[in-house]
Nanobody, 120 residues
């Protein structure tokens, strides 16, 4: 079984920076992709950024140039570094990890989320 844990959320003033991390543990053979989603109150969950095992990345238009997702590493968490934060970035941020477990079965695991609040 694979577990995903996010950390690093908090309260930041507009224009500030924050980094959230995503750590996967358990019976993992390989990780193929990691994605960060967010869900604001009353809104649907949306994809913010993704990285694949080859280092390819995707960013949602509203975060391009402000957010950076780190590469997948066997030993280190995947970070989402956020800068020039705006009140509309306020949301619970969720990490999704996809890959193969030790039994060579596909897994698709979610964390519990970490809240990010941008407010003065």
């Amino acid at each position: 079984q694979v577990q995903v844990a996010e950390s690093g959320g908090g309260l930041v003033q507009p224009g500030g920076s924050l980094s959230v991390s995503c750590a996967a543990s358990g019976s993992i053979f390989t990780i193929n992709g990691v994605s960060w989603y967010r869900q604001a109150p009353g809104k649907l969950r949306e994809l913010v950024a993704s990285v694949n095992s080859g280092g390819g990345t995707y960013y949602e238009d509203s975060v391009k140039g402000r957010f950076t997702i780190s590469r997948i590493s066997a030993k280190n968490p995947v970070y989402l570094q956020m800068s020039s934060l705006k009140p509309e970035d306020t949301a619970v941020y969720y990490c999704n990890v996809r890959g193969y477990d030790s039994m060579r079965k596909i897994f698709d695991a979610w964390g519990q989320g970490t809240p990010v609040t941008i407010s003065s």
